[in-house]
């Protein structure tokens, strides 16, 4: 096959599909890789905290739609009130699940961790439906995408404005912020953060919180990108977004945002072209293989263990 | 004291009405824009929470303070019976079960009459054992059970009566209890595999279920194509699971903890997907059907007796894990895979080879899974890819982290608790992973040892003659 | 609030619940499927008919001179749990088991079912081997078998919609991939080409590169084998991405649930489903009943499940007996008055006078295709 006869425009088509679904994968990640930098434990049940996020706002909007408020200032509103309980969701969880367990053992947070994520889903069934349920589609189709929708879409666009939006907020939280030096001094020592009078308790509820928001703008932006939500759909975002995580070297903040997308592009050409029925196997092998090579993940550093 | 712990138990509760009000109270149908409100789930998660709180305090308070048991309690010795009764009344166990009583005493609006009746009646009793246990009985029950452990006899008439037991419970039942009995069983030797490579060597694996997959699909293929007998089967199922289980093992060496778990969650899942997508080898969801049952020299069987003979063939396979682990535990290599556990990077310095410890325990987890999973698939005589998904690979790990991770006793009341709880009790099948989910969260912050604590092994020096205890 | 008191009383249940076995002359049913877990949805309408069938049955004074005893149980759609019920069905010498409701869990069972005598009549095994085979000659049911449906998919979409390129996209599931792989034959016979066969995974979070492949190949009609929830997606990310081929599906798309979940992306979505059943007079009497005790429409299978638990006592009635060779010749050597219209049963086991047509999905409701 010669250049000109590869076909350019389904590539790209891929291309745009992989970086939406990166871009998601990404927003979540941010979540698990900074709970890990802080305080090494895989928040298991940050999934659910995105499962939860779009259902909340799947509720507001049920509700306002119900008082004759009208398209985007649902939208605005149901996806404030997800941040809300997100954060507030991510603060009980550390609360309840984690922070008894500070000093433990390294695996007894991790299967607090996983049993916490159970019972996130458990409750979100059984309190409302194992069905699944449509999500309204919030975001309106803009009339000047039309000719290039079949590329990329309006709520395509809003989902990778939002994460670039959101990353800089990130960047600029971390960078600039006195929550950010707090929460960065945490990471590289906890002990001596504390000595220079940093309340570590309150960084790392801070981090669950920060967190948390991320995962229910995802949560929300995915769901009305799909237009239907279930009580598992957490599950599998949440082990994809780790992977991601992971990938690109867990703890490292630009790192989970190249794993997203690196992830999300291996899918979207994967499935593009060789088969979406092992879209996953893909996935998965692509981690093995990396840390094969990088153990530490693509930017993670290698951490030399002192004695 | 009093008033800080009602206030804190208020605001929790609060706090918990405020997370719970839109998945609890509102359900909305998006279709025809309708809302429902349940705010009758309002006033059950204000009044539960309430007292989950109080309990939660109990029982944190008294973690914070006192970390054992309340072995023999001198504090009751030798006090009027009133006295007795206050200290009594500050135990943790005593005050939970009081706030469990005045719980389900307080739930008489909300339930049906009948079962107000039946759980205060239940709650009460268990309290009065519980204080009668504390008032009159604790040193006499202490004494006797010091009497037990001391006596030379008390074991082999223990495993006497157990194994009388075993052997009768097949012919006392109907196949149905067996049946189930089996898949139970089945699951105990899964939880005493996974024991190993968690438990002893520390290495978390969420993708154990895969092993399983290889011995039950390694016996349904030979089978049905070439015919190949259970017997020839069940070594082959154990020894290709280990293969697979050092394959895996094999790149993941460098990787530490939490590296370790995402990958072998992956493998986990890339195994559901081969057997699900490679349809002409493994025919999909479908499954693999009219596998043979194990045979006893030809001898022709009729459903119930092949599930009693299938039983007795588990009842051996366990009984052969738990003397190989035993023994293991106590070998080199059983405390190479504890002190790797414990600190890798000492464990390293101290001379023992990293990456054949860490294979082994890969390697002897995934022999017990190929093993069983022979019997699996015979016992089902069909298996298909829904038997191996990542929630089968959640309730090993739960089986051995309920059970007390490293300990063989607590394993199997665990494995055989959470596989007969929902045989029983169908009716609550719903509720068991919310359940699980709870409890597993709840046992890693306050009996993070498991139902039965690991002995740890210790060595006293008494004088001239050491004693292990 | 029900549930949350059964959460309540799980502690206290582990102690009750022991105790309830109990023996019964007269008929024994049992209902198998799956009645939690994600596929609950399939399983419950059928135990909802059953429980309302045989209220009626039992209150005009049941049959053969004793109540009809019915037992629940859940299959959750895995061979290891349905083999467990299968020994629980036959050690509580259960007459005739309606269900199961998967077909592999039901093939896993009926091995079981077959030693101990126990007859079995499934509202939605659809995999044809189950009566074709020949294996289970005590296997009936009140639903047309996949291949008909696919079958019929195909002449719909080569002769209708004269599709000439299509694109085969199943969920990896028995009953996915069995619809789809019965069309194939029938489409290459036809003439048309098969530009892509691809199984996709349920659950993902997007369904987009499998899209944009249906665009590339210029397909001019996508047949897909699998569930709503799916289908739904699939669908809605077709219509995002202006991918305009028409989209039929099984009848695991055909009914309410697809409706309220794909929402005005139904519509224009055809799909196969069971004949057209709603102006039989005990049809519509059922669905009232329904409506007016649960103040819902009944879920998929519902009709199924009626017409197997009518066909069940009737044959019972017939046979004048509990033995199963009695039943069996009663099941088919005679004809049902059913919620499906007037049934019999094969030789095979297969039901006749149930058949498939194709539905579109218009203003917010399936029309049949003529």
């Given at each position: 096959m010669s250049f000109l006869d590869f076909d350019w425009e389904y590539f790209l088509l891929l291309f745009a599909g992989g970086l939406v679904k990166g871009s998601i994968y990404a927003l979540i990640a941010l979540g698990y890789t900074m709970v890990y930098g802080i305080i090494q434990l895989i928040n298991f049940a940050h999934g659910e905290i995105y499962m939860i996020g779009a259902f909340v706002a799947l509720m507001v909007s049920g509700v306002l739609t119900i008082y004759g408020f009208s398209g985007v200032s649902i939208l605005v509103l149901a996806a404030i009130v997800a941040m809300i309980y997100a954060a507030a969701y991510g603060f009980t969880l550390e609360r309840i699940a984690y922070r008894p367990l500070r000093g433990a053992p390294r695996l007894s947070p991790l299967i607090s961790a996983i049993g916490m994520s159970l019972f996130l889903q458990n409750y979100v069934m059984l309190s409302q439906t194992p069905d699944f349920l449509r999500f309204p589609s919030l975001i309106p189709d803009f009339a000047f995408m039309e000719p290039i929708a079949h590329i990329i879409n309006s709520v395509e666009v809003v989902i990778l404005g939002t994460t670039v939006i959101t990353m800089l907020g990130l960047t600029y939280l971390i960078k600039f912020t006195k929550v950010g030096k707090a929460m960065r001094a945490t990471q590289q020592d906890m002990t001596m953060a504390r000595l220079v009078g940093i309340n570590s308790d309150r960084v790392i509820s801070m981090t669950f919180v920060i967190g948390s928001v991320l995962a229910a703008i995802g949560g929300v932006l995915i769901a009305s990108r799909l237009e239907q939500i279930n009580f598992m759909i957490g599950f599998l975002a949440g082990v994809k977004a780790f992977t991601a995580a992971v990938l690109g070297g867990i703890g490292n903040i630009p790192g989970a945002v190249l794993g997203g997308l690196v992830l999300g592009l291996t899918e979207s050409m994967a499935a593009g072209y060789i088969s979406s029925a092992y879209e996953d196997v893909f996935a998965f092998g692509l981690l093995v293989l990396i840390l094969t090579f990088r153990p530490a993940g693509l930017l993670g550093k290698a951490v030399k263990q002192k004695v | 004291m009093i008033a800080s712990t009602i206030r804190k138990a208020v605001i929790a509760a609060l706090w918990l009405a405020f997370l719970t009000f839109p998945l609890m109270v509102v359900k909305v149908n998006t279709l025809k824009d309708l809302v429902e409100w349940r705010w009758i789930n309002l006033a059950w998660v204000l009044y539960s929470g309430f007292f989950a709180s109080l309990v939660w305090q109990v029982l944190y308070q008294y973690r914070k303070t006192k970390k054992a048991d309340d072995e023999d309690d001198p504090s009751l010795q030798g006090l009027s019976l009133g006295d007795r009764l206050m200290v009594s009344l500050k135990d943790p166990y005593v005050l939970v079960l009081l706030f469990a009583l005045a719980y389900f005493v307080g739930l008489y609006p909300l339930v049906s009459f009948e079962f107000w009746r039946w759980s205060c009646k239940i709650a009460l009793a268990v309290l009065a054992a519980k204080l009668a246990y504390k008032l009159f009985l604790v040193k006499k029950v202490r004494s006797c059970s010091a009497v037990m452990k001391e006596s030379p006899l008390s074991k082999p008439i223990l495993f006497a009566v157990l194994g009388i037991a075993v052997i009768y419970f097949p012919f006392s039942?109907?196949?149905?209890?067996?049946?189930?009995?089996?898949?139970?069983?089945?699951?105990?030797?899964?939880?005493?595999?996974?024991?190993?490579?968690?438990?002893?060597?520390?290495?978390?694996?969420?993708?154990?279920?895969?092993?399983?997959?290889?011995?039950?699909?390694?016996?349904?293929?030979?089978?049905?194509?070439?015919?190949?007998?259970?017997?020839?089967?069940?070594?082959?199922?154990?020894?290709?699971?280990?293969?697979?289980?050092?394959?895996?093992?094999?790149?993941?060496?460098?990787?530490?903890?939490?590296?370790?778990?995402?990958?072998?969650?992956?493998?986990?899942?890339?195994?559901?997907?081969?057997?699900?997508?490679?349809?002409?080898?493994?025919?999909?969801?479908?499954?693999?059907?009219?596998?043979?049952?194990?045979?006893?020299?030809?001898?022709?069987?009729?459903?119930?007796?092949?599930?009693?003979?299938?039983?007795?063939?588990?009842?051996?396979?366990?009984?052969?894990?738990?003397?190989?682990?035993?023994?293991?535990?106590?070998?080199?290599?059983?405390?190479?895979?504890?002190?790797?556990?414990?600190?890798?990077?000492?464990?390293?310095?101290?001379?023992?080879?990293?990456?054949?410890?860490?294979?082994?325990?890969?390697?002897?987890?995934?022999?017990?899974?190929?093993?069983?999973?022979?019997?699996?698939?015979?016992?089902?005589?069909?298996?298909?890819?829904?038997?191996?998904?990542?929630?089968?690979?959640?309730?090993?790990?739960?089986?051995?982290?309920?059970?007390?991770?490293?300990?063989?006793?607590?394993?199997?009341?665990?494995?055989?608790?959470?596989?007969?709880?929902?045989?029983?009790?169908?009716?609550?099948?719903?509720?068991?992973?919310?359940?699980?989910?709870?409890?597993?969260?709840?046992?890693?912050?306050?009996?993070?040892?498991?139902?039965?604590?690991?002995?740890?092994?210790?060595?006293?020096?008494?004088?001239?003659?050491?004693?292990?205890? | 609030m029900k549930k949350m008191r059964n959460v309540l009383g799980l502690v206290l249940g582990l102690s009750l619940a022991l105790?309830?076995?109990?023996?019964?002359?007269?008929?024994?049913?049992?209902?198998?499927?799956?009645?939690?877990?994600?596929?609950?949805?399939?399983?419950?309408?059928?135990?909802?008919?059953?429980?309302?069938?045989?209220?009626?049955?039992?209150?005009?004074?049941?049959?053969?001179?004793?109540?009809?005893?019915?037992?629940?149980?859940?299959?959750?759609?895995?061979?290891?749990?349905?083999?467990?019920?299968?020994?629980?069905?036959?050690?509580?010498?259960?007459?005739?088991?309606?269900?199961?409701?998967?077909?592999?869990?039901?093939?896993?069972?009926?091995?079981?079912?077959?030693?101990?005598?126990v007859i079995a009549i499934s509202p939605s095994a659809t995999n044809p081997p189950l009566t074709q085979s020949g294996d289970y000659p005590n296997f009936y049911r009140t639903i047309a078998p996949d291949d008909e449906q696919g079958k019929m998919a195909a002449n719909f979409v080569t002769g209708k919609l004269a599709a000439k390129k299509i694109a085969l996209i199943h969920d990896k599931g028995d009953y996915g991939k069995g619809f789809v792989d019965f069309s194939k034959p029938v489409l290459e016979a036809a003439g048309a080409e098969i530009v892509m066969y691809e199984g996709i995974t349920p659950g993902a979070m997007d369904y987009s590169a499998v899209v944009q492949k249906i665009r590339r190949e210029r397909a001019d009609a996508v047949v897909f084998g699998g569930y709503h929830p799916e289908a739904s997606k699939l669908i809605a990310q077709m219509k995002k991405k202006r991918v305009k081929a028409p989209f039929i599906g099984p009848d695991g798309i055909k009914g309410n649930g697809f409706l309220e979940i794909a929402g005005k992306n139904a519509e224009g979505v055809y799909a196969t489903g069971p004949m057209d059943v709603s102006s039989v007079a005990m049809n519509k009497d059922a669905k009232a009943a329904y409506q007016k005790a649960k103040n819902a429409e009944p879920g998929t299978f519902f009709d199924q499940g009626y017409a197997a638990v009518i066909a069940a006592i009737e044959a019972v009635k017939k046979a004048g007996s509990t033995d199963p060779k009695a039943i069996e010749a009663a099941l088919k050597g005679s004809k049902f008055d059913t919620t499906l219209g007037t049934i019999g049963f094969s030789a095979s086991g297969d039901a006749t006078g149930v058949g498939f047509a194709v539905y579109q999905v218009q203003s917010g409701d399936f029309v049949e295709i003529k």
């Open positions: - | 039942v109907d196949s149905y209890q067996v049946n189930i009995m089996v898949l139970a069983l089945i699951y105990v030797v899964l939880g005493l595999g996974l024991n190993i490579t968690v438990g002893l060597a520390g290495l978390l694996d969420l993708g154990y279920i895969a092993f399983f997959a290889v011995g039950a699909y390694t016996y349904g293929l030979l089978n049905t194509h070439f015919g190949l007998d259970f017997w020839i089967c069940l070594p082959l199922g154990g020894l290709i699971g280990t293969f697979f289980g050092v394959l895996l093992g094999l790149p993941i060496l460098r990787l530490r903890g939490d590296y370790l778990a995402i990958v072998t969650l992956g493998f986990g899942m890339i195994a559901h997907q081969v057997l699900t997508n490679w349809t002409d080898v493994f025919k999909g969801n479908l499954g693999i059907h009219k596998i043979e049952r194990p045979g006893f020299f030809g001898m022709e069987m009729d459903l119930a007796q092949a599930t009693t003979y299938t039983y007795f063939l588990v009842v051996l396979l366990v009984i052969g894990t738990i003397f190989v682990t035993n023994r293991l535990k106590d070998s080199r290599i059983g405390r190479a895979w504890m002190a790797l556990r414990e600190d890798e990077i000492a464990c390293v310095a101290m001379g023992i080879d990293m990456a054949r410890t860490k294979l082994s325990a890969y390697a002897f987890g995934a022999f017990w899974a190929g093993t069983v999973g022979v019997i699996f698939a015979a016992r089902n005589t069909s298996i298909n890819p829904n038997s191996f998904t990542f929630l089968e690979s959640a309730i090993v790990l739960s089986i051995v982290v309920l059970g007390g991770m490293g300990s063989i006793f607590g394993v199997i009341i665990a494995a055989l608790v959470m596989m007969l709880m929902p045989e029983y009790l169908r009716d609550i099948g719903e509720y068991r992973w919310l359940v699980f989910g709870a409890v597993m969260v709840l046992m890693m912050i306050f009996r993070p040892q498991g139902l039965i604590a690991n002995q740890r092994r210790t060595y006293k020096y008494e004088g001239a003659k050491g004693e292990e205890s | 105790s309830t076995f109990a023996a019964a002359a007269g008929v024994k049913l049992a209902v198998v499927g799956p009645h939690s877990g994600d596929l609950a949805p399939y399983g419950i309408p059928t135990k909802e008919a059953v429980e309302m069938y045989i209220a009626e049955v039992n209150k005009a004074g049941g049959v053969l001179g004793g109540e009809v005893e019915v037992l629940y149980l859940d299959s959750q759609c895995k061979p290891e749990i349905a083999t467990n019920v299968a020994a629980k069905v036959a050690s509580e010498k259960v007459n005739v088991v309606i269900g199961g409701i998967c077909s592999g869990a039901t093939k896993a069972a009926l091995g079981i079912y077959k030693e101990a005598g």
